[in-house]
């Protein structure tokens, strides 16, 4: 009996072949399915992270809004008024039940269990009320130090958003406080979720020491003006990788986020799921957490470092070569004839002139005469001139003759270079002029260069 083909489109359409022999790609269709399903989770978890960003924000105004309205001479350690009544009741309360055990205790025998009894009720009251003032203490110091860090804005940005919501609520009044039988105060949020003052997880400061040693070191590398070799971003990694350590778990997030370091964070705010990683109570999730964020920090830091040797050395390369040119100069070498380069070619543009100086007042005197023919000083080619200046080696100023200084009527005025200019250096000193045509001050050029 022939064998019938129509039993093989089972296993075609097994293995996902169609009618026409034609593969189809499930691994791919469903990779999609999973790509698409990944990004719907992303964008969820943008929005989220967006949503506590926005209450973090009113967060902050909220104590802004608290402080601006605090007199100044507010005692932040001392109890709130508004918990006063709760105070109240809880003091009497238990003096209630104390005076209850004591006269159990006085009645009981001695030695007995119920005077025995009575006697550590007594003493466990008397801890509970204890408790609540060290409670209130702890509390008002607790809240002083976060005000004051604050308003000097020494709160790292690397701080969880929540964390940031729950601190300006409990230390402005925005969660209500409760206090339990033991004598413990707890803080109730709009959700009815309670936590002990001893859970409260403050906020952690920037890391400006560590910050400020990086700094240091990447401003030396610069400095040096010399390259890094291989063992060398060896050695600062493991310089800075010490310093990481030492500054703990908050300091590696304020040195990652915190613009600290060159006023430049390492990581962007699309990376701050590292930061986040580090938010676990699981000790192994944590340290791998950590590792991961640290060798980031560290690659990017050498990159730094990289950057600013190589810079310091492109500008001491820079000063080197700008020395040798004008060592040049002066040996004769390379010399540059500014004649070539200031002087106008135009022969209509022409000044006869004779200069004069007046033996009394020294004053310089620019008249028309048949003597002396030169091209006079053009406004339209400062820029050449100042140009000629700096291929000098030197650090002269031009200063217009008709400039003037400011009166209580009219402004200064730095006055135009086809009146005449002298050359000034950085200590307000004439060096040269005046200067009326562009012989003269071609020739002054020349004239430096030997």
């Not at 902050?60 to 402080?67: A, D, K, N, S, Y």
Request: proline share 2%.
């Amino acid at each position: 009996m022939a064998r019938q083909t129509q039993g093989d489109l089972g296993a075609a359409r097994a293995y996902g072949l169609g009618q026409g022999g034609g593969f189809q790609n499930l691994g791919g269709i469903l990779s999609n399915k999973i790509k698409s399903a990944a990004a719907t989770i992303g964008a969820a978890e943008t929005q989220r992270r967006d949503n506590l960003k926005r209450e973090e924000e009113k967060a902050g105004l909220m104590v802004e809004g608290f402080m601006n309205s605090m007199p100044d001479d507010m005692d932040l350690t001392a109890i709130p008024e508004e918990d006063q009544p709760m105070i109240s009741n809880f003091l009497m309360s238990k003096k209630d039940e104390y005076v209850n055990y004591a006269n159990i205790a006085g009645a009981a025998k001695v030695g007995s269990p119920e005077k025995l009894e009575a006697m550590s009720a007594m003493k466990s009251i008397g801890n509970q009320m204890s408790r609540l003032k060290q409670q209130y203490d702890s509390y008002g110091s607790m809240k002083t130090d976060y005000l004051q860090d604050f308003k000097t804005k020494n709160l790292s940005t690397a701080n969880a958003s929540q964390t940031m919501i729950d601190s300006a609520n409990i230390f402005t009044g925005g969660y209500k406080r409760q206090v339990d039988a033991n004598g413990n105060l707890s803080f109730i949020d709009p959700s009815g979720n309670t936590t002990l003052l001893g859970d409260v997880k403050q906020p952690f400061e920037k890391a400006w020491k560590q910050a400020d040693v990086l700094n240091d070191q990447l401003f030396k590398l610069h400095e040096r003006g010399v390259k890094l070799d291989d063992s060398e971003r060896e050695y600062f990694r493991g310089k800075f990788d010490k310093l990481i350590d030492d500054a703990g778990i908050e300091g590696l997030q304020s040195i990652a986020f915190d613009n600290l370091v060159g006023g430049k964070s390492f990581i962007t705010k699309e990376e701050r799921k590292f930061i986040e990683a580090l938010n676990t109570n699981d000790p192994e999730e944590l340290i791998a957490a950590k590792a991961e964020l640290k060798e980031i920090i560290l690659d990017r830091i050498i990159n730094v470092a990289d950057s600013q040797a190589n810079s310091g050395f492109d500008r001491k390369q820079r000063l080197i070569n700008e020395q040798e040119a004008k060592v040049k100069a002066k040996e004769g070498k390379d010399k540059i004839d500014f004649r070539s380069m200031i002087v106008s070619s135009d022969p209509n543009n022409k000044v006869e002139y004779t200069t004069t100086q007046d033996p009394v007042t020294n004053k310089i005197e620019n008249k028309a005469s048949s003597v002396n023919h030169g091209h006079k000083l053009n406004n339209d080619k400062e820029e050449t001139y100042r140009r000629a200046i700096a291929m000098s080696g030197s650090d002269l100023t031009i200063v217009n003759i008709n400039a003037t200084d400011a009166t209580e009527d009219k402004p200064a005025n730095s006055g135009t270079i086809d009146g005449g200019f002298h050359l000034f250096d950085k200590n307000n000193d004439n060096r040269g002029g005046p200067f009326y045509t562009e012989e003269q001050f071609a020739s002054y050029l020349n004239d430096l260069q030997k």
